[in-house]
């Protein structure tokens, strides 16, 4: 199917004209840089300003999400983001080996509200140089991306995430049914699958659990009964997360680690290495990392982000994250009905009448009024 074309107005920034401060690193690619550009016939140079100057560029379009510019591909390989320091990714190309990559400054200077160039979790397609180093040259549609808002920018967390895991414990610390609700409604509002773990299932009975089990399946949410004492649900949880790249979200002390590391024996040890050289002050970044698991697929890491920091749900918006509510909304008298006090409420009545789950009616009604958890 051809892409529909679209201009994109791109401000170069300052740096284009004043090379500040650039490593050895990026040095070696300027010139690379330079060849690149001069063969975009596209580009229309339409401004002469001394600081900014713009440029029009003809770009794929795909939500305003691709920067589709024509490169001559020969000689490169695809690969996915791990990790993104300033102006550095690394990258993990399909055939397994790692570089270190700069990008190319034309996908650099392409300015919008929309994007950041390159995130944790881009596939993109970019130039060896050598056999660890590299240029990125274009980065492809994303799909599931994880950002916050910080002063009116869009700051992307991460991208191409397939599954947003959910891991709650059955008890130690005991089981929260409505935090579970909260993040079912995130990985509503950023459109990406959520899977439900209860992991610790070893410490009670779990017919104790069906009536919330089953509720969350008839809606649709795939739920696993884990634990790591017993190994009950790990391989399916291995099956689950394999070719994925999954988010694992949770509160501390739920048994996130003791997972992961069932499912890859080395991840943990991996990750922890890390963190390790991040208190002595080598890695200073906060930002997301990927861990590519034994199997295939990636763990999606994010420190330094507390977990509520992905709450930004307004209440009004909240009804249209339960899929179970939704289809009464419409039948409610009163087009602006918030579902809680109103008379005539379609989705009060559907709970009167066994139709919707009053635990998940209670947990909306503790999300609208903004409740603390
Ligand atoms: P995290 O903070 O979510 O990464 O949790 P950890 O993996 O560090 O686990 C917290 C504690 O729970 C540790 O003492 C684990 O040994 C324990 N734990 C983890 N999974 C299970 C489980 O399935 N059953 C039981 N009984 N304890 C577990
Ligand atoms: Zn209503």
Request: overall charge neutral; some cysteine.
């Amino acid at each position: 199917m051809a892409k529909k074309k679209r201009k994109i107005r791109a401000t170069f920034r300052k740096n284009r004209e004043t090379r500040v401060r650039e490593s050895d690193f990026t040095q070696r690619f300027a010139q690379d840089e330079e060849q690149t550009e001069n063969v975009h016939q596209s580009e229309r140079i339409s401004g002469k300003g001394d600081l900014t100057r713009k440029r029009t560029v003809v770009a794929g379009d795909d939500d305003g999400d691709e920067f589709n510019l024509q490169i001559d591909e020969t000689g490169c390989l695809k690969g996915r983001v791990l990790s993104v320091r300033g102006l550095h990714s690394t990258v993990h190309a399909d055939d397994g080996r790692r570089f270190e990559c700069a990008t190319r400054r034309l996908l650099k200077t392409l300015e919008t509200d929309m994007r950041h160039v390159v995130a944790t979790g881009d596939r993109v397609v970019f130039r060896p140089i050598d056999d660890n180093s590299g240029i990125i040259l274009k980065t492809e549609p994303r799909h599931g991306t994880i950002s916050r808002t910080s002063r009116g920018r869009q700051h992307v967390i991460v991208t191409n995430v397939d599954l947003f895991v959910i891991v709650t414990s059955a008890a130690e610390p005991y089981l929260k049914p409505h935090l579970i609700d909260r993040f079912l409604v995130t990985a509503e509002k950023v459109g990406i699958a959520p899977l439900i773990c209860i992991n610790k299932i070893d410490l009670i009975d779990p017919a104790a659990l069906q009536p919330l089990v089953g509720a969350f399946r008839q809606i649709g949410y795939e739920t696993l009964l884990t634990s790591t004492v017993t190994g009950q649900g790990i391989p399916r949880l291995r099956q689950r997360l394999h070719g994925m790249e999954s988010a694992v979200v949770g509160q501390s002390g739920v048994g996130k680690s003791s997972l992961l590391n069932r499912i890859d024996s080395d991840l943990d040890i991996r990750v922890r290495s890390v963190s390790v050289d991040s208190q002595k002050g080598r890695h200073t970044t906060t930002n997301a990392t990927l861990w590519p698991l034994e199997g295939g697929g990636y763990l999606v890491d994010t420190p330094g982000i507390r977990q509520f920091e992905l709450w930004d749900v307004i209440p009004e918006e909240i009804a249209g994250f339960f899929p179970d509510l939704r289809p009464f909304v419409s039948a409610c008298r009163y087009a602006d009905c918030t579902h809680t006090h109103e008379e005539e409420c379609a989705v009060k009545d559907a709970v009167a009448d066994d139709l919707l789950n009053a635990r998940r009616y209670e947990s909306y009604c503790h999300m609208f009024a903004g409740d603390a958890i």
